[in-house]
């Protein structure tokens, strides 16, 4: 089982609709849950972080985090054409300090 | 912040040469680390270091690749000899572990093409 499995994508879906892309993580203990975005050429650029269960917003994005059933994911309302990215989930275990495990990505592309 | 500083942007060189990747960590951060991304596999880590020690190099593919941390703003990956398969981005990436405050950030990458 890997440690962080992602929606193989991709996900398309038309502008100003609600993009959901989902993740799962193997390890119970793990503390901290990342998305980041990487538009096709550049480097991954973090979208948002979150530690505990529940909802948080910022701006147009929202994480979920569901510790019981070791899923996050990540909201995107009033999707536009430049959200169109790869979206890479990551988890920080609690019994590994420092390191990240990613997931392989969704590909997203929103439509005019 | 100039955030991760990495060198060169891009590598062009021939099988068996010597390649030598750069990067200069986001001062104050004690984590570093190195990933390689392709299309088959993702992104890969490859080694971190923290204040300097090297943690995990368990992801370094084989003998020909290594990395050094000489000093906590500077850091080196290097492939001898180089082969066709170690052609991908290498990102380098740095963070400082507390609560709140584990986020990576990553440098612009560096794309090497191996002939």
């Known amino acids: 089982q890997k440690e962080v499995e992602q929606n193989s994508g991709p996900l398309s879906v038309p502008e100003g609709a609600i993009a959901s892309l989902n993740c799962t993580y193997s390890?119970?203990?793990?503390?901290?849950f990342f998305w980041y975005r990487q538009y096709s050429g550049k480097s991954p650029e973090l979208i948002m972080f979150i530690y505990s269960n529940g909802d948080k917003e910022d701006g147009r994005f929202t994480a979920q985090l569901n510790k019981a059933s070791q899923y996050v994911s990540l909201l995107i309302r009033d999707s536009q054409p430049s959200d169109s990215a790869t979206y890479l989930c990551?988890?920080?275990?609690?019994?590994?300090?420092?390191?990240?495990?990613f997931g392989r990505g969704t590909q997203l592309t929103v439509w005019p | 912040d100039a955030g991760v500083i990495q060198s060169p942007r891009h590598e062009v060189t021939e099988m068996g040469q010597e390649v030598t990747l750069r990067c200069k960590p986001i001062s104050g951060h004690d984590y570093l680390f190195w990933y390689r991304q392709t299309m088959m596999r993702g992104l890969e880590l490859l080694i971190y270091f923290n204040n300097n020690v090297p943690i995990d190099d368990s992801g370094m593919p084989e003998d020909r690749f290594s990395a050094k941390m000489p000093n906590a703003s500077f850091s080196t990956l290097k492939i001898q000899p180089s082969e066709p398969r170690d052609s991908a981005v290498y990102f380098c990436?740095?963070?400082?572990?507390?609560?709140?405050?584990?986020?990576?950030?990553f440098g612009p990458g560096t794309r090497l093409t191996v002939l």
């Open positions: 390890d119970r203990g793990s503390q901290s």
């Open positions: 990551a988890v920080r275990r609690g019994s590994t300090l420092g390191r990240l495990y």
């Open positions: 990436a740095s963070s400082s572990l507390g609560w709140g405050e584990d986020t990576q950030y």
